[in-house]
């Protein structure tokens, strides 16, 4: 650590008696975050990290634009890895439909609604460990066709060699999720059919093949607040770092081995989203699965917190999403607005397709139910 990173992490300790106008945070970017660092910044007083990771946020971004993806399952159900929060994997009994790949004029139509409803960003998931040839060619000609529509694209295939990134950097894939989950400690209690090397590996190759990471984690999964801090440094010391941090606070699903686990307080939740926005400044933080079980309250304190980035109005993988009408009225409220993206030409038009969409969501199924 820096004596300048010193500087700027207040203990808890001392922290009540600093002044109530601390010096502006750091705004530069580091990899180098210890540990211990890290855990400081999870044991400040709650107000002094909301306003450290505030002031952070207001460095970098607009604090009242929230970037607005969503989120289709291109294959659902039957995965052979053992993620032991996870419904999808065949490993466990959840009652959840296997489905093969969708054909691909259905995800363009699914793209071009989300679209139409002010995403900017378009993700695809499928259950696999990695994507054979023949299904990642299909998923080629998807990223191709969506990219067409002016959206983002993301994936989330599972494992990619350096050839497979290749192949989705050439068909214009912007983004690929791939999920640290938790911390290296404690990810042996989590997944036991995959290292954590190999999802390191993946990250590298596909920053190596030029596409921006999507990576980040799950809590509330029995894990102890060294491991958060853990994840976090992980997370926050690749360099770059993800473009894309998403949270994630754990859907308990009856039937997989997490079902029984104890909640986590949602202060600590927040702590760990301004954290995760101290530690990576530029980098958008996301509010990802379990919003749904979120108050108001608790979404309005992530968004405090640096997060600005959601899913909504779709089926996020498997997991209720709140539905577009909620967060439109929760945006609403706190004075939000999406982030627009390039080809996007003003607020009042963005507004006006999600007017749209949200007549349309009244009369006709806006989305593809997977499980049909
Ligand atoms: S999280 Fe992904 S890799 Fe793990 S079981 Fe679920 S679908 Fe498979």
């Known amino acids: 650590m820096t004596s300048t990173s010193l500087s ?40 002094d990290l909301l306003f450290r990771a505030q002031q952070v946020h207001r460095e970098h971004f607009d604090p009242n634009a929230v970037q ?4 289709l399952s291109i294959k659902t159900g039957a995965c052979p890895e053992d993620c032991k929060y996870c419904p999808q994997s065949g490993h466990y ?15 363009v139509n699914q793209a071009r609604a989300a679209r139409d409803a002010g995403a900017s960003r378009f993700c695809m998931g499928a259950a696999w460990r990695s994507p054979r040839q023949k299904d990642l060619d299909v998923v080629l000609e998807m990223v191709r066709q969506v990219k067409a529509l002016g959206l983002e694209t993301c994936m989330t295939l599972g494992m990619l060699d350096g050839d ?11 983004y690929y999720n791939h999920n640290l989950d938790t911390s290296p400690e404690y990810y042996g ?34 894990e102890s607040s060294r491991d958060r801090a853990s994840l976090l440094q992980q997370l926050a010391n690749l360099d770059p770092h993800p473009e894309s941090v998403p949270i994630n606070m754990l859907v308990k699903v009856a039937g997989t081995p997490l079902e029984d686990v104890d909640d986590l307080d949602p202060l600590d939740f927040i702590r760990t989203i301004a954290v995760a926005r ?67 030409h003003s607020d009042s038009e963005q507004q006006q397709h999600l007017e749209a969409a949200i007549q349309r969501q009244a009369t006709e199924s806006l989305y593809y139910d997977a499980s049909a």
């Not at 036991?192 to 090397?197: L, N, Q």
């Open 164 to 174: 497979q990134a290749t192949q989705l950097a050439d068909a214009g894939l912007d």
């Open 68 to 71: 607005i993806s969503t989120l």
């Open 278 to 344: 101290i530690l990576m400044p530029k980098s958008h933080v996301r509010l990802s699965a379990g919003r749904e079980q979120m108050s108001e309250s608790t979404q309005a304190l992530a968004f405090l917190a640096g997060a600005n980035s959601i899913f909504h109005g779709e089926t996020l993988l498997t997991t209720a999403n709140p539905q577009l009408e909620r967060d439109r009225a929760l945006f609403d409220k706190l004075g939000l607005h999406p982030e627009q993206r390039e080809v996007c």
């Open 189 to 222: 209690e989590i997944i036991t059919t995959r290292t954590y090397g190999e999802r390191l590996e993946t990250l590298d190759n596909v920053r190596q093949a030029g596409m921006s990471i999507c990576s980040g984690g799950i809590v509330g999964m029995g």
């Open 93 to 107: 009994n959840t009652g959840l439909g296997k489905e093969k790949l969708l054909e691909i004029e259905k995800v």
């Open 8 to 47: 700027a992490i207040s203990s808890p300790a001392t922290s009540s008696s600093a002044s109530p106008h601390p010096a502006p945070a750091n705004g530069g970017v580091r990899y180098d975050w210890s540990l211990d660092d890290i855990e400081t910044l999870l044991a400040l007083p709650f107000n």
